[in-house]
């Protein structure tokens, strides 16, 4: 059985795959915020699953701090792991390496232009930790759209919210299209990484796109909840004058394609979207 150190371990990921295979491994957490790191003995271990990151905060953080987090700290846990002999690193990044929203459809090897300090701090430390890789150190990186699930927090949690609310919302008709990728089907990738020891970047990512009104039909669909979903078009003029990121993520496209990924893996995806939803909702791993 291999052993497996995991940061970010309670995290919403973290859990998740904690949870689906702790019988598959034996799993080993450490926490940056709780724990001393110069305590930490990774001699043992076969595998870092590094899932801990300092993403976006309402009070924002300084580029300093996404560094130290992002960066030194990865930085620091693989030099540690390389040097104990650990067989390789798994790194959870973001598909915001290649930037924001886009009408070009991003793959493993779109050009990077990251426009936020969270996915210039993500990029650096894919570099560096590349610069560490070795026949004995695999490096593996993962990257993300939206990653959804049971206790998802953030932008899919306030959508939720508001579709409990209310029952006629002004989303009808946005014909975007945007990846998401639920927390089973990522984890069941990283799984698949960890058992064949495969090293190189990966995309992860549900099998097809949606458009924002599908993606608000499909959680009504899954609560059971009767939803009218309006096509206002001055709703949407309104929100990119008033509000342009909020314009972005709800009218703008954002559309990975993984089929290298899932190729070289051998890979399928457990989980349909429609299935992830309800699994999500319904508060099943």
């Known amino acids: 059985m291999k052993k497996l150190l995991i940061t970010g371990a309670s995290g919403f990921v973290g859990s998740y795959f904690v949870d689906k295979y702790k019988d598959s491994y034996e799993i080993k957490a450490f926490s940056f915020l709780k724990d001393d790191f110069g305590a930490l003995h990774v001699k043992d271990v076969d595998v870092v699953l590094h899932l801990s990151a300092l993403v976006h905060r309402k009070d924002g953080a300084s580029s300093e701090e996404y560094e130290r987090v992002n960066v030194t700290q990865t930085l620091e846990l ?3 792991a390389k040097e104990s002999g650990v067989g ?3 790194f959870m990044s973001t598909v915001k390496v290649y930037g924001e929203e886009s009408d070009e459809v991003y793959t493993e090897t779109f050009t990077y232009k990251p426009q936020d300090e969270y996915g ?7 570099h560096e930790l590349q610069k560490l890789e070795t026949e004995n150190f695999k490096v593996s990186i993962v990257r993300t759209p939206i990653v959804y699930g049971y206790a998802v927090k953030a932008n899919m949690q306030n959508l939720i919210k508001l579709i409990d609310k209310m029952p006629i919302l002004p989303f009808g008709g946005i ?8 927390v ?3 984890c069941a990738m990283v799984e698949c990484i960890i058992d064949k020891r495969q090293r190189g970047v990966f995309l992860a990512s549900d099998d097809a796109s949606m458009s924002t009104t599908r993606l608000i039909e499909l959680i009504a669909k899954a609560k059971k909840k009767k939803m009218y979903l309006l096509h206002v078009k001055m709703f949407g003029v309104l929100l990119k004058w008033f509000k342009p990121s909020l314009y972005r993520r ?3 496209n954002l559309v990975v394609d993984n089929t290298w990924s899932k190729k070289v893996l051998d890979f399928k995806n457990p989980y349909t979207t429609e299935e992830g939803i309800s699994l999500m909702l319904n508060a099943e791993c």
């Open 184 to 186: 089973g089907n990522l």
């Open 88 to 90: 390789q690193f798994i």
């Open 250 to 252: 709800l009218f703008c």
């Open 175 to 182: 014909d975007n299209q945007r990846s998401f990728v639920y």
């Open 78 to 80: 693989a030099k540690k």
């Open 120 to 126: 210039k701090s993500k990029l650096k430390a894919e």
